[in-house]
């Protein structure tokens, strides 16, 4: 079974930084390259980053680049996404999937909520 389980959001004031967890099951994570997107109230799922199986080669959207990082651990099918110098408009929740080649999966995890504020 597809699962994706996000964690380590958090409330936090504008530039503190935190780290998200995803640990995923159900699909060969090691053939997989995987990506963070994030959905703010009233606003469409937007992509984060993406990172490809070796975790070589990250990519991070452009509004978030120098901010935030994304990394796996294989070993532990887990994506992580660190994120520093946080902004008000940075909150949201935050999802993990897999990149099936055209966008992300369709199955997702509950999600982790950051909330940047003061």
């Known amino acids: 079974q597809l699962q994706f389980v996000e964690s380590g959001g958090g409330l936090v004031q504008p530039g503190g930084s935190l780290r998200l967890s995803c640990v995923t099951s159900?699909?060969?994570?090691?053939?997989?390259?995987m990506t963070w997107y994030r959905q703010a109230p009233g606003k469409n799922r937007e992509f984060v980053a993406l990172?490809?199986?070796?975790?070589?080669?990250?990519m991070v959207a452009d509004s978030m680049k120098g901010r935030f990082t994304i990394f796996r651990n294989n070993a532990k099918n887990t994506v992580f996404l660190q994120m520093n110098d946080l902004k008000v408009e940075d909150t949201a929740v935050y999802y993990c999937n897999f990149w099936t080649g055209s966008g992300p999966g369709n199955v997702w995890g509950q999600g982790t909520q950051v909330t940047v504020s003061s």
């Open positions: 990172i490809d199986r070796s975790g070589t080669d990250p």
């Open positions: 159900g699909f060969a994570f090691t053939s997989a390259l």
